[in-house]
T-cell receptor, first 114, second 116 residues
Framework: DAGVIQSPRHEVTEMGQEVTLRCKPI?????LFWYRQTMMRGLELLIYFNNNVPIDDSGMPEDRFSAKMPNASFSTLKIQPSEPRDSAVYFC????????????FGEGSRLTVL | AQSVAQPEDQVNVAEGNPLTVKCTYSVSGNPYLFWYVQYPNRGLQFLLK??????LVKGSYGFEAEFNKSQTSFHLKKPSALVSDSALYFC??????????????FGKGTRLSVIA
């Protein structure tokens, strides 16, 4: 299996622009998670899905952030409009539906908003 | 609410010496505990986990961790450190009192530096 695939790996954009990050989970995994990593705040959970349905989005910073999972093999995280404080590494992770299951992480998307 | 604390931001150890990266947790019931490693510009990689059973858990790359319920700790250890072990290490917890596969709560991470 190719693992969790994220794109783009790096994105540099200007404040006010729309950013779309993409994730392909491991085939057969029922759960998909979006995390954000910064030096100041560490790893923060933004949102997670179970069987393509959003379960908890309480970690999404504000209305500028949105996430979708239209099917079992694809998810997007969108920021519109982007701001410099959104600069971070965004990770997607997936797992099977069992309580002891570990998460499998993608390589991350490093976002820089100028 | 579940939480994890990694009291050390940085751990330095000489190559060949034993290493310990500390982690304490707080959950309402019996925890599921995990360790991950992150190399520069990479995603997090799973090292090991404790679900139930033997308190000493063995994982990848020669790492092990000991679950201590009375001290609510899950320290990561390795008998002999390698320079290639230098990375960022994360402890994580999930409270099984919640049904389904709830997200992991991560600690802030500990940067391990192994000096040749």
């Amino acid at each position: 299996d190719a693992g969790v695939i994220q794109s783009p790996r790096h994105e540099v954009t200007e404040m006010g622009q729309e950013v779309t990050l993409r994730c392909k989970p491991i085939s057969g995994h029922d759960y998909l998670f979006w995390y954000r990593q910064t030096m100041m705040r560490g790893l923060e959970l933004l949102i997670y899905f179970n069987n393509n349905v959003p379960i908890d989005d309480s970690g999404m910073p504000e209305d500028r952030f949105s996430a979708k999972m239209p099917n079992a093999s694809f998810s997007t995280l969108k920021i519109q409009p982007s701001e410099p404080r959104d600069s971070a590494v965004y990770f997607c992770a997936s797992s099977w539906d069992r309580a002891g299951g570990e998460l499998f992480f993608g390589e991350g998307s490093r976002l820089t908003v100028l | 609410a579940q939480s994890v604390a990694q009291p050390e931001d940085q751990v330095n150890v000489a190559e060949g010496n034993p290493l310990t990266v500390k982690c304490t947790y707080s959950v309402s019931g019996n925890p599921y505990l995990f360790w991950y490693v992150q190399y520069p510009n990479r995603g997090l990689q799973f090292l090991l986990k404790y679900i139930t059973g033997d308190n000493l858990v063995k994982g990848s790359y020669g790492f092990e961790a000991e679950f201590n319920k009375s001290q609510t700790s899950f320290h990561l250890k390795k008998p002999s450190a390698l320079v290639s072990d230098s990375a960022l290490y994360f402890c994580a917890v999930r409270d099984p009192a919640y049904s389904g596969n709830t997200p992991l709560v991560f600690g802030k991470g500990t940067r391990l530096s192994v000096i040749a």
